[in-house]
C-alpha cells in the first residue's frame, strides 16, 4: 500500500527558510512524478512543482521559481521541498503527491503539514 508522509513544517518569519519532506513507502516510485501541492486557508489546491524520479525533470509554479527547490533522494526514497525567502503568501498547507508518468491524475496523497509564514 502506497504511503506519503510530510514533515518539517511550521512557523517561520519572513526571508526565513523551511525543509519540507515526504518519506514515501509502498512501491518503487522510478516510473512516478512526484508533486508538491499546497492550499491556503479559502483558496483552491494549487500545483507547487514536480519531478520526475527517474529523469530528475522539475517543474515549477511561477510564484515560486528561484525560491524554491525540489529533490530526491533514492536511497531514502525521500522527496524534499527546499523554501527559501519564504513570503506570508507561502502560508499554506503542503501536501505531496504521486501520479505515474504517463497519467495527469495524482494517484497518492500525503496528509499534509502547515507552514506558516509571519510578517
Known amino acids: 500500500q502506497v504511503q506519503l508522509v510530510e514533515s518539517g513544517g511550521g512557523l517561520v518569519q519572513a526571508g526565513g527558510s523551511l525543509r519540507l519532506s515526504c518519506a514515501a513507502s509502498g512501491r518503487s516510485f522510478s516510473n512516478y512524478v512526484m508533486g508538491w501541492f499546497r492550499q491556503a486557508a479559502g483558496k483552491e489546491r494549487e500545483f507547487v512543482t514536480a519531478i520526475t524520479w527517474s529523469t530528475g525533470n522539475t517543474d515549477y509554479v511561477d510564484s515560486v521559481k528561484g525560491r524554491f527547490t525540489i529533490s530526491t533522494d533514492n536511497a531514502k526514497n525521500t522527496m524534499y521541498l527546499q523554501m527559501n525567502s519564504l513570503k506570508p503568501e507561502d502560508t499554506a498547507v503542503y501536501y505531496c503527491?504521486?501520479?505515474?508518468?504517463?497519467?495527469?491524475?495524482?494517484?497518492?496523497w500525503g496528509q499534509g503539514t502547515q507552514v506558516t509564514v509571519s510578517s
Open positions: 503527491a504521486a501520479r505515474r508518468v504517463y497519467r495527469r491524475q495524482y494517484d497518492y
